[in-house]
């Protein structure tokens, strides 16, 4: 297997930011302190998608090979490779083509209706084909599409902040964005931060 391009950069990039901010006060390093976990070997990548009969997009799996499993990274954090929810959803084509919410629109002081509502709303149906790679925060994920039509994208879990599941713009891109280059752009976008500027030449 070729090593993308941008698996080099990132380690480069992922150094200049550990240097930028010794005193981790950028949002979310104090979380992760710009530490890696230890990569997986290529035999653990394929016994987890034998497991969840899937086959995860390369960019990620040369994440999980060459870079970490979790640690540094965007907001709280990278996960380690886990799945959550209940056992054949990522199996299951992700049903989302475009951005997708519900809102409550019942009596505000019908708690039965309401709870019924939020049931359809929290189902995990709606995460079907959605592995969550990242810790957002405030009970959101940052997931990666690995069966569908929008596979290898990455997509937001906004439900615990009533945004509902859309694809990422977290750092102002528009359009979808594969894993890689997520994870560059955040690192580009911490740079420029801490006044790294010129790191961000690719």
Known sequence: MTIHPSIARIHAKLEALRLADPQLALFGASSHEYLLAPVKTPAEVSEFEREHSIV???DYRQYLLHVGNGGAGPFYGMLPLTA????????????????????????????????????????????????????FGCGDDVCLVVTGEEYGHVWMDDRCCDGGIHPDT????????????WYELWLDTSLRQTGQAGMTDR
Do not use: H
């Not at 009596?107 to 709870?115: I, L, Q, V």
């Not at 977290?170 to 280059?181: C, D, H, K, N, P």
């Open 170 to 181: 977290a750092f102002g891109q528009s359009g979808r964005i594969t894993f890689l280059a």
């Open 84 to 135: 959550s929810g209940a056992a054949g959803l990522l199996s299951t084509a992700f049903p989302m083509s475009g951005a997708w919410n519900m809102t409550y629109e019942g009596d505000p002081g019908d708690k039965d209706a309401y709870m019924r509502w939020e049931a359809v709303y929290s189902d995990d149906k709606w995460r079907c084909g959605l592995l969550t790679i990242c810790d």
């Open 56 to 58: 995860l997009p390369d």
